[in-house]
Structures are given as C-alpha cells and as structure tokens.
C-alpha cells in the first residue's frame, strides 16, 4: 500500500460533507434572504402608500415616507447577496454560454474571488458605519427610526454575499455547479 490508492465508494459521499453542510445552511439562508427581501418590498409599498394618503388627507400622522427610505437597505443589500447566491448579478454573456467544464468554472471561480473580495471590503466599510450609527443613537427625523437597523441590513448583506462567494470558490474548486442550491426546491 503506497498511500495513493483511490478513494473508495464510502469515502466519496463523505469527501466533501463539510461542503455539502454549508451548502445546506446556504439554501436556509437564501430562503431566509428571499423572505427578508419580500417583506421589504410589502413594508416600502404599504410605506409610500400611507405617505401618499397621509399627505393627499392632511391626516395628523407622521410621515411614513422614513419607513419606505429604511426598507430599501434590506432590499438593496439582503437582495445583492440573494442575487450572488442565485448567480443573478452581473455576470459576462460569453461565460455563460460556455459549456459545463474546467474553463466555465474557472471563469466562476475568478468572478467569486472578485466578489469576495469586494464582500469583504464591503464588510470594513458597512461595519464602520454600522458601528457609529449604533454608537451615536442617530434617529431618522420623522419616525425616530434608529440609523443603525439599515445599516446593519447592508452589513448583514455585505456579509451574505461574502459567505456565497467563498462557497462559490469552494464548488468551482471540487468542480460543483455554482450558485449552490435553489432556494425554492
């Protein structure tokens, strides 16, 4: 016995289990993300709706107009990492016309690594501001919405679409699809 023997029939479902795991996880999160996402879309409309007739009424309520400002950090953040772990983003026409194979990965995995490392700036960034808005107590004017909450949704975005990238890396090394699991199947 040299050491070099293949791997047997038993040791290739648990090759990869930590992957396949995080995988799992990354399906709960996008459903997660997705949920995150719709509801911020419902909370914007139903916000600029009751701003509309607050306004058009004269009625003696604040503006609700704050709350449709603060629902687009959710949609714009949580959703970019949604988009990233459905390969949804912005991505080259001719890689993905590329058939399945060794150069169609190892353009995904060089978009993943752009994408990581962009996540992970991100993250410095989003977590320095997050930091002061929770810091400093800084309320938005109308409804006293404190500052911190869409900061932290672009931190929890920046940090999502990070945790994808990495495991895009992962699947494009051990020559998985991209994009993990569809979160609606």
Request: charged fraction near 15%; aromatic fraction near 8%; hydrophobic fraction near 55%.
């Amino acid at each position: 016995m040299s050491g070099h023997e293949p791997a047997s029939a038993e040791a290739a479902p648990r090759r990869y289990a930590v992957l396949d795991a995080l995988m799992r996880v990354e399906r709960v999160l996008a459903r997660m993300e997705n949920a995150v996402v719709i509801t911020a879309m419902v909370v914007a409309i139903l916000a600029v709706g009751a701003s509309v007739a607050i306004r058009t009424f004269d009625l003696p309520f604040s503006d609700t107009g704050e709350w449709a400002m603060v629902a687009m950090s959710p949609l714009t953040f949580i959703g970019a990492a949604l988009c990233s772990h459905l390969h949804k983003h912005l991505t080259a026409d001719i890689v993905e016309m590329l058939p399945p194979g060794p150069l169609h990965r190892g353009l995904d995995a060089i978009a993943a690594v752009l994408c990581l490392v962009f996540g992970l700036f991100f993250i410095a960034l989003a977590w320095d501001l997050f930091d002061y808005a929770r810091s400093s107590g800084e309320t938005l004017i109308d409804l006293g919405t404190p500052v911190a909450i869409p900061a932290g949704f672009m931190l929890a975005g920046a940090a999502l679409m990070t945790f994808h990238s990495a495991l895009d890396i992962w699947r494009a090394l051990v020559g998985r699809e991209p994009g993990g699991f569809n979160p609606w199947h």
